[in-house]
Each structure stands twice: as structure tokens, then as C-alpha cells.
């Protein structure tokens, strides 16, 4: 244990590396939420893009984050055949004032001479010129070296000739990249340590890595093994290709791991290492994708345990099966239903809920029903509410509320007098409660006035009108619908998931699975109705 | 270069650790699937399930694949208090006749006395006499050490010597396991050099690690490089948590990559290298699972270049930006349109699609088309056919086949005479082909009788009758439906990508936005009708 810990810097490229995931492109009001979520986590550089390079990154550069990180300006070294001071280009980078300045520059002789189309030479000066310009004008200038691990493979003299061009020209940080992302660990901490020895201290180098062999992680352990002093990475493991290295993974590592965790101090403090699942989450969010169950330390499966074997362990003791404590990282440990799961799983989950299951026969049965229902296509992973609803049916425990006996829903699309075309979604829901028909109509109009199509009619008519039960279940609101194809092609069963909350701050999931998805979407929202129902002790009334 | 290469040996555990994956549960018809594409990639060991631990195993063992590799069976250790001969769990696992048998059992201390509840003595017993016994009956054995690595650090000595019992007793692999996968490279390859110096070698070692720190590759190729011989993982990285070590992403580093394409040999032909891709989708159709995009080597965006720059080097040559050929392992490249891709891109998928646009003013102006579309939520990634639609309209060269005048979908669910609930699906619509009013309706109906619901109704209907185009399309098939809620809650919109599939052996994807997900799935069926039609040179007779 040394009592003086080395600083490690982590450097944030979410915005920039980051967007260059397919499909992925930031608004300027999420790359504000983006920069503070960053800035809370503490990382020491953010940086926010390209200014010049196209519209939005401009935009987000004219009226910065207010950060304390470093706000970073990402460009490239200036073109041969003129000064930095006449490269327009570089100008855009300055012009957008940061206090750090991040360039890419060749150090590859190949692209030098393929992809540039310059002499060796002259990309050397490109380096100089444009590092000696960015500190003159006062900024913290850093060297994005591309392609630096392979270049160095095929011609270590240029290779280093190319960091030192930049490092004697006042560049605090020389970032080694795997720009292709094909070097791996022994590698990275071999060049790693030929750079030291070459003259450039390690608490000047960073790594920048790629997980085109599965081993952006490990390059960047690898590489702060050898000394290297700040890391570059992304939220999410987000970035060109298969990936940058994933800063939500080298975070915990840093902070729980030996060596790292009492050798090396981060900006990183303990209580927002307890929010990381939420900073996650939140860039999910605003990409509207499903979150990653597998991720490393903040997924929903990294501390779910699903053979019997090891739930069982974990109920005596959770460090039998767990490499950390999941609350650390802000993540929670799961105990899912599963043909493998056994009965010790099944017993805690049903305590979870306030089902206490004494006999081995209940919950065999409850065991045989899901897998049952598992088999039709159905998931309880997640619809947590329908597990529990199957549950108490299984054992009479299901209250008879009301029936539904029929509904019809149905969508139009026509062109109306003006020729414009409009939508029109209507849903009619005949409910049986204690003998007496309520029958409820709804149009899928949506706050904007838009149609919100037949699921949005669908769930305004099943609560229009439940009699009694009206009151207690006035305060749902459907906030999320996930559907997913269970079977490709023509055989196609729907899954349905919805979640829904209400007034007392509770959020719930239901399940509904048919090879129609309107029905799916209907028992999903049905489910909904019930659980909170069952769970505010409402009076059961029946149907005739 | 040596001339003479090891042997090292691949063992897949999908079928089992891989079936720990939260949601995962493999069918016996789809574990021969498995069992097959994994035979044919040519792994060494297959490991099937823990005969008589669950009903699917056993079912699957009953009737096993005939496989090159070595089918293996999965069990523990015999328990203390009874011999190996009288364990009657251990004698599940030999009943099923498998050339090769794997044991899990104890080597970290906190282990044996915590979760067992046993002596460390006993411990040691069950390992030994299990081994003896196995390798009496004539079988391969394979120790499965579980949470060596900790046990390792907690007592050395005690870890090394459950090794010993079982190598000692016959066992021809010692796997070592990072069961919680919290260990680092440096650790895994550090303690395989003490466990290769206790007398073991590496000749005799397996590893199996986990990804719960982002390193189960990564400590895979520690082990490696410190003298392991035996490889364990399983397809696409399914397992328990955040999975096991990928194959999927192992496999071709270890062909393709040194040191290890020039020292060693494993089961795998540069021919079923190519089936990659195709192995790790199949695997995905089996759990109905969208591929993961940015998986190493095998992912949709592992070879895409979203940034200009990129782009536009890999035109002038594609190592610049690549670190091996995409279709070495059966993928291929992609140059995406997004904001950021530039018109270097733009140009170049164009030209892909038989448009060869001229003019900057063009280009600019598809360019604007489809940022326009992606922001109301369109996705072109994947969806080619409509983004050469949408691009088509743009330069006018999108013929007028016919116009959808209107149609309506209903959806009802009630119960016939009998009670019975019953489901039905229509839709009617109307179509103009030069002045003339085609009507058409159609059911739901699928093969099996059951509603399949107005998405197919609806795609039945708008083929159904095309007047002078139905002879064109009808060879259309449509082979996958996806859909996704673009914004969460009520205002959400649904983007539907539906793929089509020709006699021509063509596939195509179209896609369509809309708050309603009867519209959206309209949208991209049309789309679906109409590159048809344009692809197949058909003549516009427009509408009235």
C-alpha cells in the first residue's frame, strides 16, 4: 500500500468518439445533459465535439457546458502547405475558446504517405507548427497520436519522432490511440513502455482505445500498468465501430481493483460512484435503447443469479457469488425465475412480494406454471407485476374484480374533404363488473392532438369506466411500452411489456404475449389494472 | 516464427453456462442447432448440460448429437458423507455415456467451509475419489475449478493442492475458473505461472472466465500467454451475469492475431472462420435476440465508418481504417448515412445502389431528406430500401405505381356461442392503379389457424390485389418484423423495420414511423411494395 497515490486522469469523448456510433446523434440539449451527468460522475476532461465540423458540434460550442472538468476542443493538426496560423480549420477549433485543445495527427508513416498524401517530413512540422501555436495561444494542448500502436510496429523511429514532435512543442498530454482497434494487451504495454523509455514520462501519456478485439478495457489497464496517467473512454463503451473503451467498466475498476484502487486516485468520489447505474441508464435513455443486461458492473443480469446452485449460496452469503457489492455501483442484485432458477429462487422472489409460500407443492405448481407460461413466449425477468399476478392465481390467492368480455379496436386511414390525410384510432371495452356492463369508448387522440394509435385508445378505454374501481386506479399512467417479436416471420408471437406508476411514486411492469399485438398490448394492460388493484386491497366484485 | 505450433483446444460451454444467461432457455431441437454450427466452426469439446440436473438436459442427453468434437457432460464433485460410487447426482453425469465428463468442484477455502459446510480435508477427498472414479470408468476428465483465482489469493496453497487431487487422480484438464469474474489480466496470468510452476502444466490447463470487470478475452489470452492450453467460452458471450469469454470474438484473434496465428494451432479452418457472422446470428434468431452491433469481428458495425474522414480514407484503401478484412470472418463493410458521414459517404452508397448522382446540389439535397427523416425518428442503418426510396423521391426518380386511397384495420376479441374467447383481425384497402379502385380485405389468419393480427392482416390485404403489379410481388415474403418505441410514455412514436425476402434470394428492409404502430407497420410495408417494384424495372400507371 503506498501512502501517496499517483494521479489518474479519465478523459470523457462520449460527445465526440461517442457519436460516431451508428445510429447514434446527439441534440445540443442532450449533450448538455450528457456534459453535467459527466461532470457530476468527475471525470477531468470533457470533450464536446468538433467545432467546425459541422452544425450541431458548433452550436453545442457556442454556448458551452458549464463544467468543472476541462472543456475540451477536438480537431485535427494543421495542412501541410500553409501556417497554423492561416489552417482554418484549427482556427474553427480555437475560435470556439476552451481551455484545452485536443488535435489528431498521423504518426503512421503509411498514412502519412497513403492517407495524407505528405512527406514524413512534413507531417513532423504539421505536428510542431500546430502544438506550438495552440500553447502560444495559451490553451492545454493535447496529441490525439492515430494509429500510433500500428505505426509504431511498422516504423518505431518515425513513430516516436512524431509524439516528441508534439511533446517538445509543449503538448501536456500525448495520447497513444488504437485508433483500429487491433492491438491487444501485451502489445499495448510492450509500446507502452518503449514510449517511457524514449523520453516522454508516463504521467504525460494517455491511452486511447478501440474494442475491435473485444479489448479496449484490458488495452487501457495494460497501458496504465505500464504508466500511462490519463485514460480516454466513453459512457457506455459508445464510439466508432465496435466501441471506445467503456468508462462506465474502467471507473468501478479503478476505484474497487488492485492495484489501481490504492495506487491510483481519480476524480472519481465513492458517493458518485454510487450513481453510475444512473448515468448509464440516463444515456440509454436519451438513445432510446434498451440498456445492455451483460454490461459490466452496471447491467441489469451483472448481478443476477440464476442457477439454483448459486442462489442458493447467495441467500447465506453474497460475496459467495459476487465480485463486489452491487449497491456500490448503484446496481441491485437479481433473483430471476427460470427452468434452472429452483426453488430457493422462486421462495425468495415470492417473499419479495409479500407471498409467504410455506408448502413444496405450491411451489412446485407455481414452478410448472411459469415455465409454462416461459414456453409460450412469455418473460417474468423483467414483468415482475404478471409474475406475481400468475402467482396468486396459481394459488387462489386473484381476486375476481371485473371480466372484460369484449373489445374492438379499430384504425383508419383515409384522406378527409381537404384531401389531407388523417388517422383515426377507436377502441370500445364492454367490462362485466358484479353483473352490471360498462361499456367505455376512447379515440387515440394524444396531447398534441395526434392519433396515438389503438394501444393508446386501447388502455384509455379499459380505465374510462371501471364503476368502483375507478377511483383507486385514477392516478396510473403508462409510461413505457416495450414490444418485441418473439418469432421472426409470418409465426410471429408478440411480446408485450408496459410499465406503469402511479401518485405513491410505484412503477410496475406487466407482460402480455399474443401472435396479435393489439391482444398482447390488451393483457399487458389488463395485468396493469389488476396488480394495483390486488395491491390496494381492493374488494373483489366479481362478473356474471 | 516457430515451425512446430501447440495444440490449444476449445472448449464451448454454451449449452450450459451460456443457458445461466438471464432469459435463456434453449429447446432440445435448438441445442442440436447449436450443437451442429458448433461442430462445423471446430471447436474441440462441446459441453451439453448437467445430465439429470433438469428435464431439457437429460432429454438432450438421451438422445445426443453426433458430433467430431467431444460431447461432455457437466457435473460436481461427489458430495462428503457417501462414496463417488453411491453419489447418485455424480451418477446422472456418467449415465449419460459421454466420452468426457466435466466436474465443478471447491478450491477457495471461504468456499468449503461457507457454502458446503465441509472440512477442507473433505474437500480434497471428493475431488480425489470423484477423478479416480471418472477416470475408472474410462472417461476423459476435466476439473472444473471453481473460484480458483480468489482461492488462489485467500490460500494459495489449499488451491493448489484440490488441483493437485484431481490431476493426481487421472484428470487430463484442470480448468481454472474465475467463477465471480473479479480477477484482472495481470492477476490470471501471474497465478497460471505459479500454478504451471506447482508441477501442472500448461499442456494440462484450461481457463474459464467470466466478463464482469470487461476482461473474460482478456484474461483468456493471459492464460494463454502464461502456457494454457485449453480455452473456455461460449458463442456470442452468453453466460451467467455479464457471460463468459466470447468464442465469437477468441476465435479469430487467436487465427488471425499475433503471437498466437504463427504459435498455435487450434480446431478451425480459415473456411469456418467465414461462417462467423453467420454462426453468432443463428444463434441470436434462436433467442430471437436483435445482434449486437458492436460485437469484435462479428457485429454489424464492426467494419461501419461513420466519420467523413474514415469514410473517405477506406475508399483510397480499407486498412487504413480496418484491422482485418471484414470478410475473413464472413462480415462486411458499412458506410452509413448519418449526420456526420458527409457526402463521401452519400455518394459511395449510392453508387452501391445502382444512383449515380452528379451534382453537389443532389447530394446536398438527400443529404438535408434524410436528416429531416431521422429526426421524426426514421433509422436508415438498416433499413437500405427506403432510404433508396426516400432518395429516389428526392431526385424524382420514384415512379407513381398506384396510391393507398384508405384503409381500416379492426382487431376484436370477444366470445362465441360456446363462451370460448375468440380473436379476429381484418382489414380492408383501397387502392387506385390509374384511375381504377382496387378493394381488398383480408383476416389475420395464420397457418395455424390463430389471429395473427392486423399487422398481417393488413400485409395481406395490400398485396392482395395489385391489378397488373401482383404477378411482380407475388413472390414477396415477409421474414422479420421489428419494432421500437422511439420516445418513452405517451408521446411515443413506433418505428417498425420490416425485412422482406424475394425468390431472387433478395432481402430488403423498409421502415416506417408513425405514434401509431398500425401506420408505421403500413409504411414500411408499402415502402417494401414499391423498391420491389423498382428494382424490377416495373411501369408506373400512377393513380387518378
Not at 153 to 163: E, I, Q, R, T
Amino acid at each position: 500500500m503506498s501512502t501517496t497515490k499517483d494521479r489518474l486522469y479519465l478523459y470523457d469523448t462520449t460527445l465526440r468518439d461517442g457519436q460516431q456510433t451508428q445510429g447514434v446523434q446527439f441534440s445540443t440539449p442532450e449533450k448538455h445533459m450528457i456534459a453535467e451527468a459527466l461532470d457530476h460522475l468527475g471525470v477531468d476532461y470533457i470533450e464536446g465535439g468538433w467545432p467546425g465540423a459541422n452544425p450541431t458540434d458548433s452550436e453545442f460550442f457556442a454556448e458551452p457546458p458549464k463544467t468543472r472538468a476541462t472543456f475540451t476542443a477536438f480537431g485535427m493538426t494543421k495542412r501541410a502547405g500553409r501556417s497554423a496560423e492561416n489552417d482554418e480549420v484549427l482556427a474553427g477549433v480555437l475560435n470556439a475558446g476552451t481551455k484545452a485543445v485536443c488535435l489528431v495527427g498521423k504518426t503512421h508513416d503509411f498514412h502519412v504517405t497513403t492517407a495524407l498524401g505528405i512527406t514524413l517530413d512534413q507531417n513532423i512540422d504539421n505536428i510542431a507548427k500546430s502544438f506550438a501555436h495552440v500553447v502560444k495561444e495559451g490553451r492545454e494542448a493535447l496529441f490525439d497520436a492515430e494509429h500510433f500502436f500500428d505505426g509504431y510496429k511498422a516504423n518505431p523511429d518515425y513513430a516516436l519522432a512524431c509524439l516528441t514532435a508534439a511533446y517538445d512543442n509543449g503538448a501536456r498530454w500525448i495520447v497513444l490511440c488504437d485508433t483500429n482497434g487491433g492491438t491487444l494487451p501485451g502489445e499495448v504495454y510492450q509500446i507502452t513502455l518503449k514510449v517511457i523509455e524514449s523520453g516522454i514520462p508516463g504521467t504525460h501519456l494517455g491511452i486511447h482505445t478501440h474494442d475491435d478485439t473485444g479489448n479496449a478495457v484490458a488495452n487501457s489497464l495494460a497501458a496504465v500498468n505500464a504508466g500511462a496517467r490519463q485514460v480516454q473512454g466513453t459512457l457506455n463503451g459508445l464510439g466508432e465501430r465496435c466501441g471506445n473503451a467503456n468508462l462506465t467498466t474502467l471507473i468501478p475498476t479503478f476505484l474497487l481493483k488492485e492495484p489501481y484502487r490504492s495506487t491510483l486516485d481519480t476524480g472519481v468520489s465513492e458517493a458518485a460512484l454510487g450513481d453510475l447505474v444512473k448515468v448509464s441508464r440516463m444515456l440509454d435513455d436519451i438513445l432510446n435503447r434498451v440498456p445492455l443486461r451483460s454490461s459490466p458492473y452496471v447491467g441489469a443480469s451483472a448481478f443476477a443469479h440464476k442457477a439454483g446452485l448459486h442462489a442458493s449460496a447467495i441467500l447465506k452469503d453474497p460475496t459467495t457469488y459476487e465480485h463486489i457489492p452491487p449497491e456500490i455501483v448503484g446496481n441491485a442484485r437479481i433473483v430471476p425465475m427460470s427452468n434452472q432458477a429452483g426453488q430457493s429462487n422462486l421462495r425468495s422472489r415470492l417473499a419479495d412480494m409479500g407471498l409467504d409460500v410455506s408448502t413444496k407443492a405450491d411451489l412446485g405448481r407455481i414452478l410448472d406454471r411459469i415455465k409454462e407460461r416461459e414456453a409460450e413466449g412469455y418473460s417474468y425477468d423483467t414483468a415482475q407485476a404478471s409474475f406475481e399476478l400468475e402467482a396468486r392465481r396459481e394459488l387462489g390467492l386473484m381476486p375476481a374484480f371485473f371480466e372484460v368480455e369484449r373489445y374492438r379496436a379499430t384504425v383508419e386511414r383515409r384522406k378527409d374533404a381537404k384531401g389531407r390525410v388523417i388517422h383515426l384510432s377507436e377502441v370500445t371495452v364492454v367490462v362485466n363488473i358484479a353483473g352490471e356492463r360498462h361499456l367505455s369508448v376512447s379515440e387515440g387522440i394524444m396531447a398534441d392532438g395526434s392519433d396515438g394509435g389503438p394501444v393508446n385508445a386501447l388502455s384509455k378505454a379499459l380505465v374510462k369506466d371501471l364503476g368502483p374501481y375507478s377511483d383507486l386506479i385514477s392516478d396510473m399512467e403508462l409510461v413505457d411500452f416495450k414490444v418485441r417479436i418473439t418469432n421472426g416471420g409470418t409465426e410471429a408471437r408478440t411480446r408485450v411489456i408496459i410499465d406503469h406508476e402511479d401518485t405513491l411514486g410505484r412503477r410496475w411492469s406487466t407482460v402480455g404475449v399474443s401472435s396479435n399485438i393489439i391482444d398482447a398490448s390488451f393483457e399487458a394492460l389488463l395485468d396493469a389494472v389488476l396488480w394495483k388493484l390486488t395491491r390496494d386491497g381492493a374488494q373483489a366484485l366479481g362478473a356474471e
